[in-house]
Nanobody, 120 residues
């Protein structure tokens, strides 16, 4: 069974920084892309950043220049460094992985979510 476990959320003042981590564990044959999504109250879940197994990255326009996604393939872990945080970054952040658990096919897996609140 595959699990994605996130950590690193919390309360931070505007302009501050946080680093989110997400570790995949369990039966893992290979992982394609990994990414971070977020969902604010009353809004749809949106892509924040994604990274392929080769290291290519993609960011939402709203976070370009402020957030950096990275991964450690040996640890099956993806990170999101968030700098210059704004109140509008407040949301539940979810980790996502395009993961193959057994060598047969890839499927989408999600973490449980971690709350990020940016407020003074």
């Amino acid at each position: 069974q595959v699990q994605l476990v996130e950590s690193g959320g919390g309360l931070v003042q505007p302009g501050g920084s946080l680093r989110l981590s997400c570790a995949a564990s369990g039966s893992i044959f290979s992982i394609n892309a990994m990414g971070w999504y977020r969902q604010a109250p009353g809004k749809q879940r949106e892509l924040v950043a994604a990274i392929t197994s080769g290291g290519s990255t993609n960011y939402a326009d709203s976070v370009k220049g402020r957030f950096t996604i990275s991964r450690d393939n040996a640890k099956n872990t993806v990170y999101l460094q968030m700098n210059s945080l704004k109140p509008e970054d407040t949301a539940v952040y979810y980790c996502n992985a395009d993961l193959n658990p057994s060598g047969s096919y890839y499927d989408d897996y999600w973490g449980q979510g971690t709350q990020v609140t940016v407020s003074s």
